[in-house]
């Protein structure tokens, strides 16, 4: 077992004309949502795809000086959100 699976994987810089997320504040439609995966949570900004209900969003994280900044992701169809992500960890969208 690796220290990534501890932590969570670090996402990719982003590429030049990365696919530019549209980060809401948090909506809180759902009652009880699903974290299915993580990035590392020594960073900065940390970031979760969660699920709920059958759609799922991408939840950012921003440690600051003045407290957490929390931002979601649209919330889209799992598959689409399971894209997304991919796209978040490889550096093709931030």
Known sequence: MCIE???????NPPDKGCTRIDWREPEGRAVSIRVRAHTCDREPTRYELCVA??????RRTRRTSAGDQVRESPWVRMPEGQRLWDDLLSGRAR
């Open 5 to 11: 699976d501890f932590h969570g994987p670090h996402p």
């Open 53 to 58: 209900g059958g759609l799922s969003h991408i």
